[in-house]
Structures are given as C-alpha cells and as structure tokens.
C-alpha cells in the first residue's frame, strides 16, 4: 500500500512538469526526485536558468500554468493539465507528503521566479507571482497563492463547495512550515494572509478562499497583538484594506481590536479611514465612547480631534466633551471642542424637527385578475411577433446564401417562437393571474416576455397592475434582482406610479425574491450604470427608506457594506445622500455626519449634503461655526454656503471672521460674501486701501501657476472716475485670481467693476489673449525641425511600405519623398500643444467687463481650434457669463441649445439657467429679452457721431448696412476725420460701425438657428411678447417678416395664419390685413401643421412678393409612418453613398457624431433638442476615427430620449409633427446625394 503511494505521488507530480521535458528531457525526472527523496538540489538552479532561457510561448512559468497567479484567465488556457495536477497535490496535501516535501515542492515553483524582472501584465500575462509581502520566503509564497488562488476557480460550484478541495490545510499546517524551515518565521504568516503588494486591486477579489481556511479566527486570537500591529510592520494600503474586511465580517473579532479601528480611523489614507471609521460606528455606542475617551486624552491633536469628531457623530453626553475641555491645552483641540459642543446642540434642534416628520401611509395595492380579453392579446401578441421573427429568419437565409455565412441567430429565434403552443399562452395568462409558473428554457422564457409586452397592449388594460408586471418580470429574469429591477424603472410606467412600500408588499405576496427590501434598496442604492432615483417621484421614494434606514446607513458608511466583498458592487454614498434631500425633515441622525460632507473636499458629496442639510431651519448658524474652522479650505466653503443660504443674519458672523482672518483666498471669499448678502463694502474698495493690500500680497511668492503671466504687459488702466490705476494693484489681482482658482470669483469680479468701462474691456483682452497663448504653445520650429530630422527616414521607409502592403489604404503615399516625410512631421509637431493654462483658469475671473463682440469673436475661434480642451472651454464660459452683453447671452444660449461635447452643453445650460434665475425670467424669456440690436435704434437707425456731423446707417433687405451722411445721401463708407473734428471721436464711431457689422453677423446666424429650432419644436409665443421681443426689435421684425406665423389658441389649434410686412402690417393668406387677439399665441407655421391648399396658397404669396426665406417652411412633408416597424424609418436603407457626404450633410445640419465604439468605428449622427430631452438618430454602415472617405449604406432614421442604439427608439407618434418632418428631410437629404439602392449594400459596410 505505501508502495502504491509513492508511485501514485511521483505519477501525480510527474504530471505536474511533465509538459517541461520538450525543453529539457530529464527535468521533470530530476524534479520529482528532489521533491520526494531531496536529492538533487541542483535541478532548481537549472530551472531557474530554463526558466530565464525560454520566452513566449516556451516560457517555463507560462507552460506550468501560471502557478500562484492571482488572475483568473490562466485557468483557461491550454496548460490545463500541469494545475489539474498540482490542485490533486494540494488536495492531498499532508495526507500524501510530509511538510519537507510540501516545501521543496515550493521551492520548485519559486525556482521559475526570474530575479529582476518588470512585472507586467501584457494581454494579461503574468512574467511572476505578485510578491505579496516581502516578509515570507518565495517558495512559501508560490504555495500559498498557487494553493488558495490560483488552483481554486469554479463557475459552476459555490464558495463553500470549492473550499471542499481545500479541508485538509489548515492555518496551523502553514504555520508549521515556515517553523520547519527558520525558526520563529511562522510569526509572518499572517501577512500572507492579508497583505497583498504587487497585486492590482481589481484582483483582491480571487483572495476569498484565503480568509475560508480552517482554523484562521482561531489563529488570529491565539497572535491577537501581533495582528493588530500588521500596519505599524509594514502592512500595505491593500492589505490593511483586506484585514478590515475580514474584521467587519466578524462580530466579536470587531469589538476585540476596537483599538485598531480606532488607530486606523485616523488613517491618512481615506479609504482606511472611512472603512475603520464604518467598523467603528457599528459597535455599541458605550464601546465606542470608551475607547474614543481614551484617544481623547492620550492621542496627538490630530486623533484627539479626530476622535472628537467620531464622539458627535456617536451623539456622546456632552459632558464628557466640557470635561475634557478642561483638560486639554492644544488650542486647535480645544477649538474642535468647542466647535463640537455647538453641533451636539444643533443636533438636539434636528431631533426636534424629526419628531415631527410624518412619514404618509400607503394604499395596498388590489390583486385582480386580467380579464379574458387579455388571452386574445397574448394571441394578438404572438401571432405578430411569429409572423415579424419569420421574416427575418429568411432574410437571414436568403443572406447566408448570398454571402457563404452560417448565421442561425434568427432562425433559432423563430425555431424557439414556433415552439410557443396555445397551451403555452393558457399557461402564461394563468401565470400573470398568480394561478401558475412557467419553468421553461430562458431564452423561451425571454420570448414570453417579448410576447406578453409587445407594443404595450396588456399593460394598457385597467386590471392590468404591479401583480402582472412582476409575475411578468420573473418569467423573463427567472431569479430577478436588483439591477433587473432597477432597469425596469426605465421601461415600464406602472413602476413610476409605485410607492416603494407598494412594490415591497407585491414582491413578498408573489414571492418575487427572498429579501424585497434589500432588493428595492439596492435598485436605488447599488453602484449600477444608471440611476433609478432620477426616474421616479421623490414622495414614491422616501417614505421606504424612512422606514427602512439600515440601507442608507449602510450607503452612507455608517454601516458595513452587506455585499460580496472585492466584487465592486457597494451602496453608493452620493445616491443614498440624494434619497436624503427627499426628506422633508432630516433625520437627525445624519445631520453631523452630512455636515462634515459638505464642508468637504469630493464636490459631488459636498453640493449634495448642502441640499439635504438645507432643511434644517438653523443650518446657517452651524455653517457660521465653520467660519472659524482651522482649515482653511473648510472656511472658504462655510462663506460660499451662507451666499447661497441667503441669511442677512450671518452678515455679523462673516464681519467677525473676516476681522480674524489672515489668509488673503479667505479674505476675498469673505468679502465677495458679505456683498453678495447685501453688505456694504465699500470701505475695502478704495485706491488707498487696494494698495495696501496689493503691496501686502506682492511681499509674498508669486504663485506657480501665474509665472508665465508678463505683469509689464498689463496695459495702463484708469478707475471709473478717471484716475490711473495703480499697477501693483492688476498685478496682485491676477495673483490672487490665480490662488482661488475660480473662473468667475465674486470679488474680482466686484473689484473689475471699479475700472472704467474701457478699462474693464482693454484688462479683459489682456487676459483672455494672455490665458490663450499660454495654454496653446507649441513646439518652436527649431523644435519641430529637429525632431522632423530625427524621424523622417523611418516615417518615409514605413509609409513606402504601407503603400505596397496596404494600397487601398495609403496608396496616396507610393511616390512619396523624404522630404515630404520631414514636412508631415514638422507640421505634426508645429501642431502639437505643449502648454495650458488650465491651473491658472482663475485669472480669467478678470475678464467679465469685455466686450460681447470680442469674447464671442475669441472665444469662437478657440472653441474651433481646440474643441478637446473642455475644461477650458468651460471656464471661458463661466468667466463671461457674469456680463449683462446681449451678444455674450445669446452666445451661451447657442451653446446650451446646441455643442457636441456633453459637458461643456450642460455647464452652459446651467450658466443661462443662472442668469435667467437671477432675472426672474425663463431661459426662453432670457433668450427673448437679450437679443442684441448692434447698435440699431427702435427705428432700425445706428447713429455714427462725428461731432459737426452725424452719419447714419441702416439695413436693406438683404441685411447689409447702408450708410448716409448728414444730408441723407447714401455714401459707400465713413469718410476720414475733418482737421475740426476729433479724431479720437472720429475713430470711435469707425470702430462702433465695424463692431455693429459683427454683432449683426453674429445675431442673423444665432436668431436664424434659434428661429429654425423653435420652429420644429413649436414653440409658443403670447401674442403680446411676440409682439414686444420679435416684432418691435430693430432686426427681428426683418428677420420675422420672412417668415409665414400661426394665431393658435390655448389648446393649440390654428386660428389663422398670417405674415408680417415691410409697411408694419400683419396680413393674412388673402392679403387681407389682421389683428392678432392677446389671449392667444404665435407659432412659426409649417406644412406638417396646415393642409395643402394652404401651403401652396403661402408658397405662391412669397414668390409673388419676391419674400427671400430664411428657413423651409412649406418644403417639408410628414413621411408616411403608417407601415414602419419598431418606430424605425428606415425606406432608403440599402441606399448607397460615401462617408464624407453623409458627415458633410447632416454637421452642417447641425448634427454630431455619435460615440467611438471599439475598433475606432461610430455607425451614425445625432441632433439633440435638449427642451424636449429628444434625440434625433440617423445610421449607417459606419465609418472610422481618423476619418477617410469610405463607401457607406444609409440605414435609418429613428428619435429617442437616451442613446444607446435604435433599441431606445419612442414612438413615432410622440415625435412633434414638424421637428418629424425636418428630421426626415435631413435623412432623405443624405438619400438624395447617394447614388441610389445597392442590391448588394450589405456587403458595403465596415463589417
């Protein structure tokens, strides 16, 4: 029998190298004789140097199997062999081998290690084992990892089952190995266990098994102090990350080493804090408080402090708080103290106000059967879908044909329906009525669905409720959860009408999941890719989690994270703080906790903590305590939260702060503070007293970030009363602009103010061309010269050879030169931007008083150039939009309406929002009110003063200036200055005529595309303020005069229609004058609205009045959509064209590209209206990033409100008939350009 052992361990372990022997033929002999008998011990130095012979495929490590990698992909590979038999080895472990054994078998394996090597992960090979602790020998190393890690992977079995492999190891047996080989090692063993160096986060999750070994909790205790020092030893940021995880899935284990959360909870290293600091608040508060006592008086000021901070949260009897006060003599101590006192306060008035939160009852909701009319919908339902699947199995058929392809997705799609029976559809109306199950395949059960829900005809039943959708849901999920549950929010109306507390009570009826709760929390709560709160009504919302606040404690840190560790799925603290700010009283509980958030550093946390504490009735007076905070950043903040807070009474508070305070950032946010709440400043504003502290801040260092600013090039600026500035006074604002770091700073915009109107513009030019040169240097020509010589002969050779290789593609470079070589590169380098100015962005905080014409001018033609620097593109934005300049307003409404970078449409929506806020005025309102005249009177006149002469100018019909002197005569343009007249006059007047030519070049292109845009929305107009904005402006009433409008009343119907004419009057279809009523309102007409009679009526009345269109009204028809399948328009797919013709069309239509899908490859534009939420979709075949000119097929046309594909696609009929219309010209557009249908278009795409 022994003898059977032996030969049945050295056939095992044989099996283990076997696959060695085709780099050398002896060695897995060699090996097992060393492992078995220890003879031999050369053979690991001559693997150590086959091991760092061979490489690639031959490589020892690779052909091994990876052993002891932490990745799961090795258990995939072809070396499957070499880890079936080392996992046999480990599962016979010290049944079958002595611990020698067992060690000169990791010797082996360390034996592959390769001193030196890079470790790197190239397509995911490992060249090594992560070395996880430096602490513990390799060959114990390769054991442990290969052991627990690397041979322990399963898809099919449970955690519990696969340990199974792993019963007869225990932490004892580890322990004794390291003994056996130096005596006192096994004291490092627990940094096996939990350390983790070299290995990427993503991975922690393969480590589980560790912490499942037997006898680990024992062990543990049995080396207590020895574990709670691991991160004073050098344990690492993962690993001390890895021993509070374990921690916090043991209950006692986290009451026995409260002194190690309480160290680690003032971790300088957040995610240790916030974990230990979780640990921590999830014990028993008197445990708490002890320990936290302890630090109290024994800890150095930043744990006193700290722990100070943790005692509020706790809600700790003050009166251990005032003794400790007197004892304490650190001053930054006692202020925390203090500052404590105050909140624990505060806190007493937060539960006062919970006291008072009603949370409202919920209605159940009445389980109903569905009628038998809903039997006839399945029915309906299938036969549709049958019919619909059969077509496309033969289109696929018939494809397979033509092109040799063996697709069979569609067919075994309609295979599978085709499989669907009446007894099938009986069985699934039962279900629905809670009277059955259906256990089928879940691609059937997926089909079900489909058939159940197709075009919305059962859920638009009365009986149909919350009971079939779920019955529903789980046909289709089987074993539903919260991500599915979350997703249906998106897709089904029904969920929007829900009260949480409703979906708990039918989930649990129908037994939808084991835990209801926790699975409605998570769909709110967990990490997922979409966000389910912003879907549903807050009153549907808040109520559950009021009664359930486990799971915003756990989202909120407050308790330990309930989910499978490392799996990167946790409750997110920003959601379950945005649940919070649906309360319409905050429990008090969150309140001190929420404040340190929002007075902290992640802005996301911090914007959304301020509006949940907004609530409190008192917030001011505990942001006023912040105000003496010993950070600086946090009282920086404080101010900022009382401007928004609004208070008049924190006026004192700000006052006092501001006489204590030394910092100059916190002086100015004071100050911008006070004057934003109605303060008087003035006294900080005078000449004498911004020298002085201009001449106090240039004692100081320059910043960094303004080194590249020439303060000797500022030009020569005068205050509003005329008087020369005082240079140092500039110099030091763009110093301290570029230390707050904020586009738009309140008091440098307060202190711009001040110069006269001229010298706020020249200050403004300065900056913004300042900021512009340094943020697009590039390489000098030298440079750019230097390196073209470098690489010029390798870029020609390649190229060359391209062009043989690849001809299609580079065929344009067969012939190239040398010298052609060293021009693309020096132009690529010439190209290159080596600078920015981004960290300097707060100096533009000084240029707010430019003029509207200038900044549009700039700032366009940066946009143009350098549309990838969004974030400075945004602070430009920020920087203007404190100016009341009409030009500069309807540049930002351009923007928010329409830009292809997301970010920056959205920065500018929310800066038009401001300013339409701040007006009391809609943003369309805004748009309305701001229009600018360039300089034209209500009369249409732009009067040029030349002092003895007054030369005027107005538009002709064609929108150019005509100019006339004094005795009315036209002239061509301004004459030069008489020796009587004033020059300086004379070249104003100059310049206000060439500035009035460029802002009226600018308005016709923003109000012709905002024209355009109103016009497939719809928009309404009250009679009165068409007739105010429109109608009575200078240059919209010509503008407006081309164009045919509708009289509609409130609900929308057309009264008449009717165009304004050059005389003043409004006449209607028959030339007869109109009056327009002032109870109703005006629209831009167009023939999707009106019959045809009529529009053939208005296109005969403009040709014959020789009326010039500005947009097409009457040449666009409402497509047919009655035979369209899934919303989808898809008549000229198949119609073939070119890539270049299709980007060509719709940008200038005003489309964008979609995303950049793998492969560098995006398949279609898009044109999104952001007052409707609406997207509209055009597609092709594709085409890709850098672009060439390629063929391309047209596919289809389709609106949603999300993108994603034309699975988003909303129903045809929801689409406003106009913008329908204008939609459908821009596809059939790109038809008309192609050179028709391509019976073999499918051949003709990317792919």
């Known amino acids: 029998m022994v003898k059977d052992n032996v030969e049945s361990n050295e056939r095992n372990l044989l099996a283990c190298?076997?696959?060695?022997?085709?780099?050398?033929?002896?060695?897995?002999?060699?090996?097992?004789?060393?492992?078995?008998?220890?003879q031999d011990p050369l053979v690991l130095e001559d693997l150590n140097q086959l091991s760092q012979t061979y490489n690639g495929e031959k490589r020892v490590y690779g052909r091994l199997g990876f052993p002891g990698a932490t990745n799961i992909i090795y258990y995939f590979t072809e070396k499957k062999q070499p880890i079936k038999a080392r996992a046999l080895f480990y599962q016979q472990?010290?049944?079958?081998?002595?611990?020698?054994q067992i060690i000169r078998f990791g010797k082996v394996l360390a034996a592959t290690y390769i001193e030196n090597m890079r470790q790197s992960r190239v397509y995911s090979e490992q060249k090594n084992i992560d070395v996880i602790t430096p602490n513990l020998p390799l060959w114990f190393l390769y054991l442990f990892l290969d052991g627990l890690v690397s041979t322990l992977f399963s898809y099919n079995q449970s955690a519990e089952q696969i340990i199974l492999e792993r019963?007869?190891?225990?932490?004892?047996?580890?322990?004794?190995?390291?003994?056996i080989e130096q005596k006192g090692l096994g004291k490092q063993l627990l940094f096996a266990i939990f350390d983790r160096q070299q290995t990427p986060e993503s991975y922690l999750e393969y480590f589980h098994y560790v912490f499942m070994i037997n006898g680990l909790l024992p062990y543990i205790y049995e080396h207590l102090e020895w574990f709670k020092a691991l991160p004073e030893q050098g344990l690492s940021r993962l690993g001390q990350l890895h021993q509070l995880q374990y921690i916090a899935n043991q209950d006692k284990l986290k009451q026995d080493v409260i002194d190690l959360l309480v160290k680690q909870s003032t971790s300088n290293i957040k995610a240790i804090s916030e974990l230990a600091t979780t640990l921590l608040l999830s014990l028993p508060i008197d445990i708490i408080q002890a320990e936290l006592q302890v630090l109290l008086d024994q800890g150095t000021p930043k744990q006193r402090c700290h722990a100070i901070n943790l005692l509020v949260r706790v809600s700790v009897n003050r009166k251990i708080l005032e003794e400790a006060l007197t004892r304490q003599t650190n001053k930054t101590v006692i202020k925390t103290i203090e500052g404590a006192l105050s909140r624990l306060s505060g806190n007493e008035d937060a539960k006062q106000q919970e006291i008072e939160l009603i949370i409202p009852p919920f209605e159940s909701i009445v389980e109903v059967d569905l009628p038998s009319k809903a039997r006839d919908i399945l029915q309906q339902n299938y036969q549709e879908i049958l019919v619909q699947q059969q077509k496309k199995a033969e289109q696929e058929i018939q494809y397979n044909q033509e092109y040799g392809y063996k697709i069979t997705s569609e067919q075994q799609r309609y295979a599978q329906l085709k499989t669907i029976t009446v007894s099938d559809l009986d069985a699934i109306f039962d279900c629905l009525n809670g009277k059955g199950d259906i256990d089928q395949a879940d691609t059937k059960n997926k089909l079900i669905y489909e058939v159940i829900l197709n075009k919305g005809r059962l859920p638009s039943l009365p009986e149909f409720n919350l009971y079939h959708l779920l019955r529903a849901e789980k046909i289709c999920h089987h074993e539903p959860n919260s991500f599915h549950l979350g997703l249906s929010f998106s897709h089904h109306e029904i969920l929007l009408r829900t009260d949480l507390r409703q979906l708990v009570e039918v989930m649990n009826k129908i037994d939808y999941v084991p835990d209801a709760k926790r699975t409605i929390a998570a769909a709110f709560l967990m990490n997922y890719y979409y966000e389910a709160t912003t879907e549903v009504d807050p009153n549907l919302i808040w109520p559950f989690f009021a009664e359930n606040s486990v799971y915003l404690d756990e989202a909120l840190g407050l308790l330990p994270s309930q989910e499978v560790q490392n799996s990167g799925y946790f409750f997110e603290k920003e959601r379950g703080i945005k649940i919070l700010t649906f309360f319409p009283k905050l429990p008090a509980k969150y309140v001190t906790y929420l404040l340190e958030l929002a007075l902290g550093e992640t802005q996301s946390l911090r914007l959304l903590s301020q509006k949940a504490l907004s609530v409190l009735l008192d917030i001011h007076c505990r942001v006023e305590e912040a105000l003496m905070s010993t950070k600086q950043a946090q009282r920086i903040l404080a101010a900022k939260w009382l401007v928004k807070l609004g208070q008049k009474s924190s006026i004192k508070a700000l006052n006092n702060a501001l006489n204590k305070e030394k910092s100059e950032s916190v002086q100015a946010t004071l100050l911008a503070a006070l004057e934003s709440l109605g303060e008087n400043i003035n006294q900080y504003l005078t000449p004498t007293k911004l020298l002085d502290d201009a001449q106090k801040g240039l004692a100081g260092k320059k910043p960094a970030d303004a080194k590249w600013l020439d303060e000797s090039l500022i030009p020569a600026l005068t205050w509003q009363s005329g008087k020369v500035v005082d240079p140092q006074i500039i110099t030091w604002w763009i110093w301290l602009a570029v230390k707050l770091k904020e586009p738009a700073n309140p008091l440098l915009i307060i202190y711009t103010r001040l110069l006269s109107l001229k010298s706020q513009h020249e200050l403004g030019v300065f900056i913004l061309h300042a900021f512009i040169k340094q943020d697009t240097l590039t390489p000098t020509l030298e440079e750019a010269e230097i390196e073209a010589k470098l690489k010029a002969k390798q870029r020609w050779k390649d190229y060359l050879d391209y062009a043989k290789r690849y001809p299609e593609y580079y065929g344009q470079y067969e012939n190239m030169t040398l010298n052609e070589a060293f021009e693309m590169i020096k132009q690529e380098v010439l190209a290159r931007l080596v600078g920015s100015a981004i960290k300097s962005k707060g100096v533009l905080s000084l240029i707010g008083g430019i003029q509207g014409n200038t900044a549009v001018s700039i700032i366009k033609n940066y946009i143009k150039n350098y549309q990838i620097r969004r974030g400075q593109i945004e602070a430009m934005l920020e920087s203007i939009a404190v100016s009341d300049d009409p030009l500069i307003i309807q540049f930002l409404l351009s923007i928010a309406r329409r830009y292809r970078t997301p970010s920056v449409q959205k920065k500018a929506k929310l800066l038009i929002n401001q300013i339409a806020e701040q007006k009391q005025w809609t943003a369309d309102e805004l748009a309305d009110r701001t229009i600018p005249t360039a300089g034209l009177d209500e009369s249409g006149v732009l009067s040029l003063d030349y002092g003895e002469r007054i030369f005027t100018a107005t538009l002709d019909d064609k929108f150019k200036f005509v100019l006339k002197n004094a005795e009315g005569k036209e002239i061509k343009t301004l004459p030069e200055a008489r020796k009587s007249e004033d020059e300086t006059l004379v070249k104003e007047a100059k310049k206000q005529f060439s500035n009035s030519k460029k802002a009226l070049k600018q308005l016709l292109e923003l109000q012709t595309a905002r024209l355009y845009e109103a016009m497939c929305l719809q928009r309404r107009w009250s009679v009165l303020a068409w007739q105010e904005y429109l109608y009575s402006h200078p240059i919209m009433r010509l503008l407006i005069q081309r164009l045919v409008w509708l009289e509609v009343n409130e609900a929308g119907g057309i009264i008449k229609s009717f165009r304004p004419t050059e005389d003043g009057s409004l006449i209607d279809l028959n030339d007869d004058e109109i009056t327009l009523s002032?109870?109703?309102?005006?629209?831009?007409a167009h023939s999707a609205l009106l019959t045809d009679e009529v529009v053939k009526t208005w296109q005969k009345h403009l040709t014959d009045y020789k009326v010039p269109p500005i947009l097409t009204q009457f040449n666009h028809s409402l497509p047919d959509v009655s035979h369209i399948e899934e919303n989808i328009i898809d008549d000229r797919k198949g119609w073939l064209t070119d890539s270049f013709t299709i980007r060509n069309i719709l940008i200038k239509q005003g489309y964008k590209r979609d995303d950049i899908e793998d492969g560098a490859c995006f398949y279609g534009y898009y044109k999104y209206f952001s007052e409707l939420e609406l997207y509209i979709n055009i597609e092709f075949s594709g085409s890709y990033v850098p672009e060439e000119n390629i063929p391309a097929v047209l596919y289809n046309l389709y609106f949603s409100k999300k993108q994603g594909?034309?699975?988003?696609?909303?129903?045809?009929?929801?689409?406003?008939?106009?913008?329908?219309?204008?939609?459908?010209?821009?596809?059939m557009a790109v038809a008309n350009a192609s050179s028709g249908f391509d019976p073999e278009w499918e051949k003709k795409g990317l792919w």
């Not at 190298?17 to 220890?38: A, H, S, T, V």
């Not at 594909?1205 to 010209?1225: K, M, Q, R, T």
């Open 17 to 38: 190298f076997e696959i060695l022997r085709g780099l050398d033929k002896l060695i897995p002999e060699r090996i097992c004789k060393y492992i078995l008998q220890g």
């Open 1205 to 1227: 594909g034309s699975c988003n696609a909303i129903d045809i009929n929801d689409v406003p008939p106009v913008l329908l219309a204008e939609a459908y010209a821009d596809y």
């Open 167 to 179: 019963q007869n190891w225990s932490v004892q047996q580890l322990h004794q190995l390291l003994e």
């Open 1078 to 1084: 002032k109870e109703n309102d005006i629209t831009v």
């Open 93 to 100: 472990w010290t049944d079958n081998y002595t611990p020698e």
